[in-house]
């Protein structure tokens, strides 16, 4: 038996409601900002990834890990040649370092690296 529904993540950011918008447009969900803190969710409701602003936030260094990454979210998609110039337009950035060929890396507006996946 689950304790929980689902779970929750928390990203640690400079700019909680620029980094909920970003993710709110690539995943479809709904967004709620207040002061320092923002989330998204599905309209179910059935999932929720909120963001923390952080004093001195420092970004992930993908991929030296001088600042580890800590988790990254993958986001499962249909084809990566079609979502790519969808997520670079909502303000992704795609870092030179690609390892590998089902996914791709990219780095969020705050820095936090997240891929693609072929589903």
């Known amino acids: 038996m689950a304790i929980a529904m ?5 990203l640690d ?4 409601a620029r980094l909920a918008q970003f993710y709110g447009e690539l995943l479809g969900w709904k967004v ?3 002061e320092g803190w923002a989330e998204i969710r599905p309209e179910d409701g059935s999932n929720c990834i909120s963001f923390q602003q952080v004093e001195n936030f420092k970004a992930p260094t993908w991929p030296t890990q001088d600042v580890p ?3 990254h979210l993958d986001v499962m998609v249909r084809d990566l040649d079609e979502s790519e110039p969808e997520v670079l337009a909502i303000g992704a950035t795609k870092p030179d370092h690609q390892p590998g060929t089902s996914f791709r890396v990219f780095l969020d507006p705050a820095g ?8």
């Open 6 to 10: 689902y779970p929750g993540f928390v």
């Open 13 to 16: 950011c400079p700019d909680p």
């Open 32 to 34: 709620e900002s207040r």
């Open 69 to 71: 990454q800590q988790m």
């Open 112 to 119: 936090h690296p997240f891929c693609l996946c072929i589903d």
